[in-house]
């Protein structure tokens, strides 16, 4: 897509499916670079950035069969590159996860440094010096990150911040180390959770994940699997906040209520009324009048700083004034600028954004900035009256699978 054209002002009826989780898929993926058996993958989204990484694994020399709706089949049983190029890092950062995998299994790796969406910096520093505590040799030259050694080597590694990525990439390396490898300071994030399950199947011995400390116990071998991933938190709380937003009532399916705690917290202190039917349904009722209610982003199991975005749309309409704080990336609050131009009253103060909410939004032309940006402005399109065109909407193709269509069929326009 180039544009999206949104008619406000309409109410949502109906359920919708959840996507399977993009930000697991993609680490599911670099997966099979482990081991030269067949992996199956279940509940892939059909996104940008899946088909990104189909590409990048494609370029080394994996066979990719990508199944839409279905399944994605991969086998990196001969590699005849062991280098993630530019042209195609760059469309992503979590092209950075083929670092680990490749230079466990093969001992070599020539990853081009990342890049991304605008959102701030987001340094590979705690991947790099991960891996040389494992007795990995970097060099930084060019753009690329060159990573050998003869076999990777157990360590204890203490993250300084909290890395989702970095717990991914360092976790996969650590697979097939020789020795143990023990995580302190782990991303406790359900993908980080769900990636620690598909390698214990493939063969790996991973002890502790979803709490900060992770324990790996170095094989020789791993073997193919078939995995299904779980449904995206992220979207399910993208579709939570639409329906607050338009004082609707609407079903999700296919959901874990468990991994949107916190979101389920916050917004049920907004106004809204979240229950769940059964083990993967949930319902959602927006009530007429929202109330105001301060945010400040965490790692998980605190409020995802991929949802601080649309949850400063839905403040824009609530009654009374929040604070949002941002506390994971910098420079994540460019989609406010663009909800000022549609008549929102916020004010930036450094990592702050205070949210005068119950502003009456026009539909305007604006740009998105970013993946949730995106999301953003799209919410704010179905309240506001007139019509809203989204520019450069691409960024919702990279993580959003068919958003457009799934809000038509709730009664979106």
């Not at 990853?111 to 891996?131: D, E, F, K, T």
Request: charged share 20%; with cysteine; aromatic share 4%.
């Amino acid at each position: 897509m180039d544009k999206l054209r949104i008619e406000g002002g309409r109410r949502l009826e109906g359920s919708v499916r959840i996507s399977g989780a993009k930000n697991m898929a993609l680490p599911a993926m670099t997966a099979a670079l482990l081991t030269p058996e067949p992996v199956t993958l279940r509940n892939v989204p059909h996104v940008r950035d899946v088909l990104t990484m189909k590409h990048l694994l494609e370029s080394m020399g994996a066979r990719v069969e990508y199944q839409r709706g279905e399944k994605v089949v991969l086998q990196a049983e001969h590699l005849h590159h062991r280098a993630a190029p530019y042209d195609l890092v760059k469309m992503m950062r979590a092209s950075i996860l083929v670092l680990g995998p490749l230079v466990s299994r093969f001992g070599h790796a020539k990853v081009s440094l990342p890049g991304g969406c605008a959102i701030g910096a987001r340094p590979i520093n705690l991947h790099i010096g991960a891996l040389e505590k494992m007795g990995v040799r970097i060099q930084v030259a060019h753009g690329y990150v060159d990573a050998s050694c003869s076999r990777i080597q157990g360590a204890e590694i203490t993250f300084p911040t909290v890395t989702v990525t970095g717990t991914e990439n360092i976790l996969m390396a650590a697979a097939l180390a020789e020795g143990m490898t023990v995580l302190n300071n782990a991303a406790r994030e359900p993908e980080v959770a769900d990636l620690a399950g598909m390698l214990n199947c493939m063969g790996a011995r991973i002890q502790g994940a979803g709490t900060s400390t992770i324990r790996v116990e170095g094989v020789d071998r791993l073997r193919g699997v078939s995995h299904t991933v779980i449904p995206d938190r992220i979207e399910t709380g993208t579709f939570l906040t639409a329906a607050l937003v338009t004082h609707s009532d609407i079903g999700l399916e296919e959901c874990n209520l468990q991994h949107v705690m916190a979101v389920v917290d916050k917004l049920k202190e907004v106004g809204a009324e979240i229950d769940l039917e059964n083990a993967n349904r949930i319902r959602v009722r927006g009530a007429h009048s929202l109330r105001a209610a301060d945010l400040t982003t965490n790692p998980f199991p605190g409020f995802p700083t991929d949802l601080q975005a649309q949850y400063m749309a839905l403040m824009t309409q609530a009654q009374g004034v929040s604070v949002i704080t941002e506390t994971i990336f910098e420079n994540r609050f460019m989609h406010a600028l663009e909800l000022i131009r549609m008549g929102a009253d916020i004010r930036i103060e450094g990592n702050r954004a205070v949210v005068r909410g119950g502003t009456h939004l026009t539909g305007a032309n604006v740009i998105a900035s970013d993946l949730r940006a995106s999301a953003s402005l799209l919410l704010a399109g179905l309240v506001a009256d007139g019509t809203t065109v989204v520019d450069r909407v691409y960024h919702l193709d990279r993580g959003y699978e068919r958003i457009e269509e799934k809000l038509t069929r709730l009664g979106a326009r």
